[in-house]
């Protein structure tokens, strides 16, 4: 395989589109245009490059005046999940380790005894199923097609997954436990959701487990930030619970993880409730995360002025590569420079971002790291594993550079 170095933003073609987004009302209280406007990026890419598709967004983030819940407006319409997110891949999902920890933690408070109906919404491929204990009956949903049918013909007829909208699908019997792990801050109407998934209950004694990422827990070095561009609504602690409530919810126990930011909710039917208080507090949250995040980036700004080399190595080729490109100045300092990314996510090799050629990491093998080159790790919580593989393909440890002196959750 050739190496082409390639120029930033050399690619012709890339557009955007009314139909990627459109106004939604609060998610939170359902109050229409009446929000302060917190952050924007403007066109802001998806993704590889495309000239069928469009790929580029102006996203806004946004505060209720009424709620104070934070939220993505205008959102995401159904042409943009289908576009944006059809190459997100490793961007959008959670760690491996996660499913074992969330079955170890259903066990200890007595959620998987007995014989269960249980339900796994935006259940991808069905790998948190295919570890639950088989005497249960086990199902999922995803608006995925391509992973309901992986999952299934992985699954040999063990667990039952099949491809839905969240606010409308129907079982043919009601469930004992729901579970929905960061799933509903993607969503653009998670009171809707809810709400279907309160008729999908079998009773009183059944429980909903869900988790979100908090605006509480939202502090990071992280250049993405806590208000990420995949999200639809930003959660606080009392966000969270009013959406609950809503739809007719009741918290029963509430655990922030202590590893990384997620607030766990284990939830039982109640009543449909008519109002809820939101917290004026949530504005000074998303205040100090702001701030965080702007001192995120003034430090990665300041490593990246380390770069002196005429041609650049970037492995990574997610979101956090398009940040480096919408907030600091690597790609304006020096016009002339060139650029590769690696990714070993093959949804992303053999095609290009703004230009620049994507690979699989294999490919620095083949390049001269006595000359003109190095290489940047463009990754948050995969910084460590990168530089790890970077080792092992005996880059030398001073052409490498790690933008994060310290990774505070993955």
Same mark, same amino acid.
């Given at each position: 395989?050739?190496?082409?170095?390639?120029?930033?933003?050399?690619? %012709?073609?890339?557009?955007?589109?009314?139909?990627?987004?459109?106004?939604? &009302?609060?998610?939170?209280?359902?109050?229409?245009?009446?929000a302060r406007n917190l952050l924007r990026f403007d066109d802001l890419?998806?993704?590889?490059?495309?000239?069928?598709?469009?790929?580029?967004?102006?996203?806004?983030?946004?505060?209720?005046?009424?709620?104070?819940?934070?939220?993505?407006?205008? =959102?995401?319409?159904?042409?943009?999940?289908?576009?944006?997110?059809?190459?997100?891949?490793?961007?959008?999902?959670?760690?491996?380790?996660?499913?074992?920890?969330?079955?170890?933690?259903?066990?200890?408070?007595?959620?998987?005894?007995?014989?269960?109906?249980?339900?796994?919404?935006?259940?991808?491929?069905? @790998?948190?199923?295919?570890?639950?204990?088989?005497?249960?009956?086990?199902?999922?949903?995803?608006?995925?097609?391509?992973?309901?049918?992986?999952?299934?013909?992985?699954?040999?007829?063990?667990?039952?997954?099949?491809? =839905?909208?969240?606010?409308?699908?129907?079982?043919?019997?009601?469930?004992?436990?729901?579970?929905?792990?960061?799933?509903? @801050?993607?969503?653009?109407? &998670? /009171?809707?959701?809810?709400?279907?998934?309160?008729?999908?209950?079998?009773?009183?004694?059944?429980?909903? /487990?869900?988790?979100?990422?908090?605006?509480?827990?939202?502090?990071?070095? $992280?250049?993405?930030?806590?208000?990420?561009?995949?999200?639809?609504?930003?959660? !606080?602690?009392?966000?969270?619970?009013?959406? #609950?409530?809503?739809?007719?919810?009741?918290?029963? @126990?509430?655990?922030?993880?202590?590893?990384?930011?997620?607030?766990?909710? /284990?939830?039982?039917? =109640?009543?449909?409730?008519?109002?809820?208080?939101?917290?004026? *507090? $949530?504005?000074? =949250?998303? #205040?100090?995360?702001? !701030?965080?995040?702007?001192?995120?980036? %003034?430090?990665?700004?300041?490593?990246?002025?380390? %770069?002196?080399?005429?041609?650049?190595?970037?492995?990574?080729?997610?979101?956090?590569?398009?940040?480096?490109?919408?907030?600091?100045?690597?790609?304006?300092?020096? #016009?002339?420079?060139?650029?590769?990314? /690696?990714?070993? *996510?093959?949804?992303?090799?053999?095609?290009?971002?703004?230009?620049?050629?994507?690979?699989?990491?294999? %490919?620095?093998?083949?390049? *001269?790291?006595?000359?003109?080159?190095?290489?940047?790790?463009?990754?948050?919580?995969?910084?460590? !594993?990168?530089?790890?593989?970077?080792? *092992?393909?005996?880059?030398?440890?001073?052409?490498?550079?790690?933008?994060?002196?310290?990774?505070?959750?993955?």
């Open positions: 395989m050739q190496i082409q170095w390639k120029s930033i933003d050399s690619f %012709i073609g890339n557009s955007s589109a009314t139909s990627l987004l459109m106004n939604r &009302p609060c998610p939170i209280c359902g109050t229409f245009f009446h890419q998806f993704f590889t490059d495309s000239v069928q598709f469009p790929k580029r967004a102006d996203i806004s983030i946004v505060q209720c005046r009424q709620c104070f819940g934070i939220f993505q407006n205008p =959102g995401f319409s159904p042409t943009a999940f289908e576009i944006l997110f059809a190459e997100a891949g490793c961007s959008y999902g959670s760690s491996n380790i996660r499913p074992h920890e969330q079955v170890e933690w259903l066990a200890s408070r007595g959620l998987l005894e007995g014989h269960r109906r249980i339900l796994d919404v935006g259940c991808y491929k069905g @790998e948190f199923l295919s570890i639950l204990p088989d005497n249960h009956k086990r199902i999922g949903v995803d608006i995925d097609a391509g992973a309901v049918a992986a999952g299934n013909c992985e699954a040999a007829g063990t667990v039952e997954i099949f491809c =839905g909208d969240f606010e409308t699908f129907q079982l043919r019997e009601p469930v004992d436990l729901i579970t929905m792990f960061h799933v509903l @801050e993607h969503l653009p109407r &998670p /009171v809707s959701v809810l709400r279907n998934l309160r008729a999908a209950a079998s009773g009183p004694d059944a429980r909903l /487990v869900v988790e979100v990422p908090i605006l509480e827990k939202g502090i990071t070095n $992280d250049i993405n930030g806590f208000f990420s561009v995949l999200h639809m609504t930003h959660f !606080s602690r009392q966000s969270l619970r009013n959406v #609950l409530a809503a739809a007719g919810w009741c918290v029963v @126990e509430a655990d922030e993880k202590e590893d990384y930011n997620a607030l766990r909710i /284990v939830a039982a039917p =109640g009543e449909l409730a008519v109002s809820a208080m939101g917290s004026p *507090d $949530d504005l000074q =949250g998303a #205040l100090e995360s702001l !701030s965080a995040w702007n001192s995120a980036v %003034i430090s990665v700004e300041r490593m990246l002025s380390r %770069i002196k080399e005429d041609r650049v190595v970037i492995w990574g080729g997610g979101m956090h590569l398009e940040f480096l490109y919408q907030v600091t100045s690597l790609f304006q300092r020096v #016009l002339s420079r060139k650029y590769i990314i /690696v990714d070993n *996510d093959p949804l992303k090799q053999g095609k290009t971002w703004r230009g620049v050629n994507i690979y699989p990491s294999a %490919i620095l093998q083949k390049l *001269d790291w006595s000359s003109d080159v190095s290489l940047i790790i463009s990754s948050y919580g995969a910084q460590q !594993s990168i530089a790890q593989a970077s080792l *092992d393909l005996k880059i030398p440890t001073h052409k490498t550079l790690k933008l994060y002196d310290m990774v505070t959750r993955c």
